[in-house]
């Protein structure tokens, strides 16, 4: 997800060196065994620091092709020592992340601090992570010390990218999947109140990507009865009261469309 650039001039690295299928990637170097443990400590540590600045809660970020989901990948992870080959032994760094974590909460926690995991349940990469395997991944997620489970999905309601005759909702399968041991976030082209209410009616927790950066205030105006100032569209003349830099606005555009940015797109991309 990196490249030397960014890193000044260091390779970036990954389970195995398979370059991601983006045209822009850089092929990684394979992390050694002690930098996987390192690595697992580092994130750890990124806990601390949290719990230490006073945050409630972290989510590991186990989606959107970052490190963790690059370890459960079969597509990023080639690996054939302990880390890699069968799914079980693809699944062991981010339980190895989630039992580092929950040790550091343990240790430095003076209060309850949430431990979330967040996965992206399908890749189109061949090999890549299929919903069968997510499904087993989920059957162990289900038993770890998590909090919650985020699901990462471009929309709320999407059906299989690789499967094209299922017509079950990943996240309605997820869920049942699940047998209530954790709460689900879900998220995905969710932008006004009665949406929102209505995924609110099938899962736990509904979360807002596109919407909270078009509408930083959009749950304290649903607090106040004040829906109809809500902005569902960032105009270019909204960049500086919203924070946002141009290439990250540039980013958003290239995400969705050419002229503001579309923030009720319902495409099949993974997210
Ligand atoms: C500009 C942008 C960048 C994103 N980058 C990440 C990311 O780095 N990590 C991540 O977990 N999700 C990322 N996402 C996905 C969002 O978390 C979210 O799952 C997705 O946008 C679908 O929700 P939404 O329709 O409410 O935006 C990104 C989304 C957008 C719009």
Redesign the pocket.
């Known amino acids: 997800m990196s490249n030397s650039k960014i890193l000044r001039g260091q390779q970036p690295v990954s389970a195995s060196a398979i370059a991601a299928l983006r045209s822009d990637s850089e092929t990684p170097r394979a992390l050694t065994k002690d930098e996987i443990l390192q690595t697992i400590k580092d994130f750890g540590q990124a806990t601390r620091r949290a719990i230490q600045a006073g945050f409630d809660g972290v989510e590991l970020?186990g989606?959107?092709t970052?490190l963790m989901q690059q370890f459960f990948s079969p597509h990023s992870n080639r690996r054939t020592d302990d880390w890699g080959g069968d799914i079980d032994k693809r699944m062991r760094f981010g339980l190895a992340v989630i039992a580092e974590a929950q040790r550091i909460i343990s240790q430095y926690a003076q209060r309850p601090f949430i431990l979330g995991y967040?996965i992206?349940p399908e890749e189109l990469e061949t090999p890549g992570i299929r919903f069968d395997d997510t499904l087993k991944f989920i059957d162990v997620l289900k038993d770890q010390p998590i909090d919650y489970l985020?699901i990462?999905?471009?929309?709320?309601w999407q059906t299989s990218l690789n499967d094209h005759s299922a017509t079950t909702p990943l996240n309605e399968q997820i869920k049942a999947r699940l047998q209530g041991k954790l709460p689900m976030i879900v998220?995905?082209?969710?932008?006004t109140p009665d949406e929102a209410e209505k995924v609110a009616d099938s899962f736990d927790l509904v979360?807002?990507?596109?919407?909270?950066?078009a509408e930083p205030n959009w749950v304290e105006k649903v607090e106040h009865h004040d829906e109809t100032s809500i902005r569902y569209a960032i105009s270019p003349d909204d960049l500086d009261e919203l924070g946002i830099q141009p290439p990250?606005y540039s980013?958003?555009l290239g995400?969705?469309g050419p002229t503001s940015v579309p923030?009720t797109?319902a495409t099949n991309k993974p997210?």
Do not use: D, P, W
């Open positions: 970020h989606a959107n970052y967040r992206s985020h990462s999905l471009g929309h709320v998220v995905g082209a969710i932008k979360a807002l990507g596109h919407e909270s950066i990250f980013f958003l995400m969705g923030l797109t997210a």
